[in-house]
């Protein structure tokens, strides 16, 4: 399996709900790295997984509606806790909505088997969500 990873980052401000989370109860900004690793089994005609500027731009515009906002405020995360691990998934899930839509072209539609991404939380602390992109 050919691997093609690409970063960027976002800053948020959140809250999360429950004793476990201790002082990230109130309110509190952070800061995530976030790679986007797209999974195919061969290369293209041109030999690479995808292309490395059409993804960047995917993963940016992506981020873009979530970077400097209060998650809380988002009809979307509405009533959940935005964990890294719950972030992880939307953003993953947005991607391959983006994806199976053609944004990296029809070959990419057709032939990439999968995505991961991956938040870092600090230098101790990342999570990820995986999905298929194909389906069986």
Do not use: C, W
């Not at 391959?96 to 602390?125: C, F, N, P, W, Y």
């Amino acid at each position: 399996m050919f691997r093609l990873t690409v970063r960027d980052h976002i800053m948020i401000a959140h809250s999360l709900s429950g004793e476990v989370f201790g002082p990230a109860q109130r309110l509190h900004g952070a800061t995530f790295l976030v790679d986007l690793e797209l999974q195919r089994p061969d290369l293209d005609a041109d030999g690479i997984v995808a292309d490395i500027g059409m993804v960047s731009d995917l993963l940016k515009s992506v981020l873009a509606p979530l970077n400097y906002t209060n998650l809380d405020d988002l009809e979307d995360f509405r009533g959940r806790n935005t964990t890294t691990e719950v972030l992880a998934q939307a953003i993953a899930e947005r991607i391959r909505g983006r994806i199976l839509d053609g944004a990296l072209g029809d070959e990419a539609k057709r032939t990439l088997a999968g995505l991961k991404v991956t938040l870092q939380e600090s230098h101790i602390a990342r999570a990820s969500y995986e999905t298929r992109l194909q389906a069986g």
